[in-house]
Structure formats: structure tokens, C-alpha cells
């Protein structure tokens, strides 16, 4: 396994589109988060997953956007109608079910809202 | 309000010299820090941890403290590398019933040759 894989790299959409991620962890790992990172700032919980139940969700998850992982494997996170805040680098991330362990991320989409 | 802080946003070395970043944090929860290094364009990529009931870990070049009364955690880096020269975060979590980090906004280190 070479790690947290996610797909696209880079993503230019216009204002009011809709955007899906994916993310492919590490496979034994049970735990996938989803990060964001804007400029100047450290990556923010969006939310996390153990197995296929989404177990936290940060505020800053709004209702447009919304993240799945059907069969406990890969994630995908959707953001609907895009706004030009939306704009960063989306990082996925996945660790091992126990506790005081490290998260290993992905090399992350950016995001670009025109 | 932010809970882990990283007061200096850069930081220039010489090659060959130590390295010191610096965390402060604020919710007396946390019992588990991290620090990330990330190059541009990438994602973070662990570099070492500390859990709360240990004050030193060690790991290569790299030794990270924690004083737990002072909510105060380093990160020394010796002798640094050109390749060290990314951003490194600090992050912690609050252990069992938390899974999220909470991560500062970086200090950019730069070793000089």
C-alpha cells in the first residue's frame, strides 16, 4: 500500500457547481478524516469515520457539504453549490483504530472556486 | 479562539545547527501531541508524537518535550538538514472518546547551507 490516496489533485469549478472528492486511505485503516486547510492556516477537522459510520462532524461542516463511506473502504466528500469561500486544500487522512495514534494524510485536493 | 498556538511563523537555521519550534496550547484535555512536516503541495507527514505521561521522546535527530504544567511543547531538531526546510505543525487531540487533531498554523523553517 503506498498511503492515503486522493483524488483529483486540483479542481477549478465555477461558483454554484457542485464538487466530489475522493479518498482512498490506507487499507487496513478502520478511521478516515476529512481536513481543511486554507492559507496561513493549520489543516481543521471537518469530519471523521469508523468504518462506514460517521462519527463527528465539526461546525464547520455546513449543509451543503456532505461526506460518505459506503463500504467502510474509500470516502467521497461532495460540496454543494460551490462559493468562493469554499476555495483550499481538502485533506483526507486515515489511522488505525486504537487510540493515541498518528493520522497519515493524503496530498490533498485544491480547490479553486471561480 | 484558538487552542494550539505556534507563535512564530517562521524560522532561519544554519546547517549543522539546532533547530528549535515551539507549541504552546490551551485546553488542559489534551493528552496526545503530534508535529507534521509539510512540504508545499503536499499533504502533512508524521514526524513524531508525545503522549501526556511521557515529558521527552526521541526519535533520530528529532526529540520532542512536553511540560505538561506549562502546556508547553518543543520540537529540536539536531543537526538540521537543508531537507528539513518545510512548514511543521504542531497538533493535539484529547485521546480516547476524541478522534479529531487540532493543529496550530505552522512554522515556516528554513535551513540555510
Known amino acids: 500500500d503506498t498511503g492515503v490516496s486522493q483524488d483529483p489533485r486540483h479542481k477549478i469549478t465555477k461558483r454554484g457547481q457542485n464538487v466530489t472528492f475522493r479518498c482512498d486511505p490506507i487499507?487496513?485503516?478502520?478511521?478516515l478524516y476529512w481536513y481543511r486547510q486554507t492559507l496561513g492556516q493549520g489543516p481543521e477537522f471537518l469530519t471523521y469515520f469508523q468504518n462506514e459510520a460517521q462519527l463527528e462532524k465539526s461546525r464547520l461542516l455546513s449543509d451543503r457539504f456532505s461526506a460518505e463511506r459506503p463500504k467502510g473502504s474509500f470516502s467521497t466528500l461532495e460540496i454543494q453549490r460551490t462559493e468562493q469561500g469554499d476555495s483550499a486544500m481538502y485533506l483526507c487522512?486515515?489511522?488505525?483504530?486504537?487510540?493515541?495514534?498518528?493520522?497519515?494524510f493524503g496530498q490533498g485536493t485544491r480547490l479553486t472556486v471561480v | 479562539d484558538q487552542q494550539v498556538k505556534q507563535n512564530s511563523p517562521s524560522l532561519s537555521v544554519q546547517e549543522g545547527r539546532i533547530s528549535i519550534l515551539n507549541c504552546d496550547y490551551t485546553n488542559s484535555m489534551f493528552d496526545y501531541f503530534l508535529w507534521y512536516k509539510k512540504y508545499p503541495a503536499e499533504g502533512p507527514t508524521f514526524l513524531i508524537s508525545?503522549?501526556?505521561?511521557?515529558d521527552k521522546n526521541e526519535d533520530g535527530r528529532f526529540t520532542v518535550f512536553l511540560n505538561k504544567s506549562a502546556k508547553h511543547l518543543s520540537l529540536h531538531i539536531v543537526p538540521s538538514q537543508p531537507g528539513d526546510s518545510a512548514v511543521y505543525f504542531c497538533?493535539?487531540?484529547?485521546?480516547?472518546?476524541?478522534?479529531?487533531?487540532?493543529f496550530g498554523k505552522g512554522t515556516k523553517l528554513s535551513v540555510i547551507p
Open positions: 487499507s487496513e485503516h478502520n478511521r
Open positions: 487522512a486515515s489511522s488505525e483504530d486504537r487510540a493515541n495514534t498518528e493520522a497519515f
Open positions: 508525545i503522549s501526556s505521561i511521557k
Open positions: 497538533a493535539a487531540s484529547q485521546g480516547a472518546g476524541s478522534y479529531q487533531l487540532t
